[in-house]
């Protein structure tokens, strides 16, 4: 009877150790819980206004070249799939408190009602994966349920809301794209008109539709008279060959020459000299308040051509969802991994034991 005692005092330690939890945890993933099932899919972002549409260009995917786009846009996607918003609208839709609080005895994977959204988000956290890939910002989402009905409809939800999410959220771009867009076309049209009125109050006051036009034509009609002062100067000195000063042909030439050198400085003065008023400075001023004007309605023309290009963008959504795998309707429980978790946990415990007889041998030592 004794070595019978001895021989089980033995086997207390490891049976303490590794055989008690290895039999609890099996009881418990046998007969306690209960199994969850797991739907697939696997979506991309496509952006309709690239002229190549990235999220399907399969010569990408085939190569391993990556859209930085495509990827940032299911990044951006997984962050509200993981978000509290996203939580609030698949609980109104499918009752996560009622669908995982009915779990019996599986306390482990109950949901309970009294759960604060804090708890709620953690809990939905663990039932829903979501993976993307770096190179082609493919990504893949699993969900969980108790049901593999309830699994499916779980990831069409979060397929459905994601694209309600990807269309408001372009459209909501693209309002704010057209808003800019009107205000830049309202902004260069008052400085259209603005110029327009500056011209019109500068020919107004001017008296001159176009004083380069008028400048031109006094600086053409300087150079006629100079050409015909030169004309009367060789005429007088051919009269004063043979005439006196004093013949009446030579006085009258002498006069129309005076007249005519008087009216060219005379024209010369409105064209250039100091002071305001000068054809000149006139003409530059009004090619000044031209070009203003043309500049302004350059620019109106490319806002109002921003303008079109906005409206057309948003009258179709921007960007959408590809579902390239649809959510699978599973007929195999994926969880629990009962002979992964059995298997963790022997190592686990056997590790653990080792480290007690370990401790246990050094006591022991210490005491001899």
Same mark, same amino acid.
């Given at each position: 009877?004794?070595?019978?005692?001895?021989?089980?005092?033995?086997?207390?330690?490891?049976?303490?150790?590794?055989?008690?939890?290895?039999?609890?945890?099996?009881?418990?993933?046998?007969?306690?819980?209960?199994?969850?099932?797991?739907?697939?899919?696997?979506?991309?972002?496509?952006?309709?206004?690239?002229?190549?549409?990235?999220?399907?260009?399969?010569?990408?995917?085939?190569?391993?070249?990556?859209?930085?786009?495509?990827?940032?846009?299911?990044?951006?996607?997984?962050?509200?799939?993981?978000?509290?918003?996203?939580?609030?609208?698949?609980?109104?839709?499918?009752?996560?408190?009622?669908?995982?609080?009915?779990?019996?005895?599986?306390?482990?994977?109950?949901?309970?009602?009294?759960?604060?959204?804090?708890?709620?988000?953690?809990?939905?956290?663990?039932?829903?994966?979501?993976?993307?890939?770096?190179?082609?910002?493919?990504?893949?989402?699993?969900?969980?349920?108790?049901?593999?009905?309830?699994?499916?409809?779980?990831?069409?939800?979060?397929?459905?809301?994601?694209?309600?999410?990807?269309?408001?959220?372009?459209?909501?771009?693209?309002?704010?794209?057209?808003?800019?867009?009107?205000?830049?076309?309202?902004?260069?049209?008052?400085?259209?008109?603005?110029?327009?009125?500056?011209?019109?109050?500068?020919?107004?006051?001017?008296?001159?539709?176009?004083?380069?036009?008028?400048?031109?034509?006094?600086?053409?009609?300087?150079?006629?008279?100079?050409?015909?002062?030169?004309?009367?100067?060789?005429?007088?000195?051919?009269?004063?060959?043979?005439?006196?000063?004093?013949?009446?042909?030579?006085?009258?030439?002498?006069?129309?020459?005076?007249?005519?050198?008087?009216?060219? *400085? $005379?024209? &010369? +003065? #409105?064209?250039? =000299?100091?002071?305001?008023?000068?054809?000149?400075?006139?003409? @530059?001023? !009004?090619?000044?308040?031209?070009?203003?004007?043309?500049?302004?309605?350059?620019?109106?023309?490319?806002?109002?051509?921003?303008?079109?290009?906005?409206?057309?963008? *948003? $009258?179709? &959504? +921007? #960007?959408?969802? =590809?579902?390239?795998?649809?959510?699978?309707?599973?007929?195999? @429980?994926? !969880?629990?991994?009962?002979?992964?978790?059995?298997?963790?946990?022997?190592?686990?415990?056997?590790?653990?034991?080792?480290?007690?007889?370990?401790?246990?041998?050094?006591?022991?030592?210490?005491?001899?």
């Amino acid at each position: 009877m004794s070595d019978w005692l001895g021989e089980l005092r033995k086997y207390r330690l490891p049976a303490a150790f590794i055989v008690v939890p290895l039999l609890a945890c099996g009881l418990y993933l046998g007969l306690i819980s209960r199994d969850r099932f797991v739907s697939e899919s696997q979506v991309l972002v496509k952006d309709s206004s690239r002229s190549i549409g990235a999220g399907l260009n399969l010569q990408a995917l085939l190569a391993g070249g990556g859209d930085a786009t495509a990827r940032d846009d299911a990044i951006v996607l997984r962050q509200y799939i993981e978000s509290p918003d996203m939580l609030a609208k698949i609980d109104a839709r499918l009752k996560l408190k009622d669908a995982f609080g009915h779990v019996g005895l599986d306390v482990l994977n109950r949901l309970s009602r009294d759960a604060t959204r804090e708890e709620v988000l953690k809990y939905y956290m663990r039932r829903v994966d979501v993976e993307v890939d770096d190179k082609t910002g493919m990504m893949t989402i699993r969900t969980q349920g108790m049901t593999p009905e309830y699994a499916r409809a779980f990831n069409q939800a979060l397929l459905s809301e994601s694209e309600s999410f990807l269309n408001e959220l372009s459209h909501r771009i693209s309002r704010n794209n057209m808003q800019f867009a009107r205000e830049e076309v309202d902004r260069s049209y008052d400085e259209v008109k603005g110029a327009r009125d500056a011209v019109i109050a500068f020919e107004n006051k001017t008296g001159l539709l176009d004083p380069a036009a008028s400048a031109e034509a006094g600086g053409r009609m300087v150079v006629e008279m100079e050409a015909k002062q030169a004309e009367l100067e060789a005429e007088l000195r051919n009269l004063q060959t043979f005439m006196n000063n004093d013949a009446p042909p030579v006085v009258a030439k002498r006069n129309a020459l005076s007249a005519l050198v008087a009216q060219i *400085s $005379a024209e &010369k +003065a #409105k064209l250039s =000299s100091p002071g305001d008023g000068k054809m000149n400075r006139t003409a @530059a001023q !009004y090619a000044e308040l031209k070009s203003r004007l043309q500049f302004a309605t350059d620019l109106y023309r490319v806002s109002l051509s921003s303008f079109e290009k906005s409206r057309i963008e *948003s $009258a179709h &959504k +921007a #960007k959408s969802l =590809s579902v390239i795998v649809m959510p699978n309707l599973p007929e195999e @429980a994926e !969880y629990p991994r009962k002979l992964h978790i059995l298997a963790s946990l022997a190592v686990g415990l056997v590790l653990l034991f080792g480290v007690v007889r370990l401790a246990q041998s050094i006591i022991e030592d210490h005491r001899t």
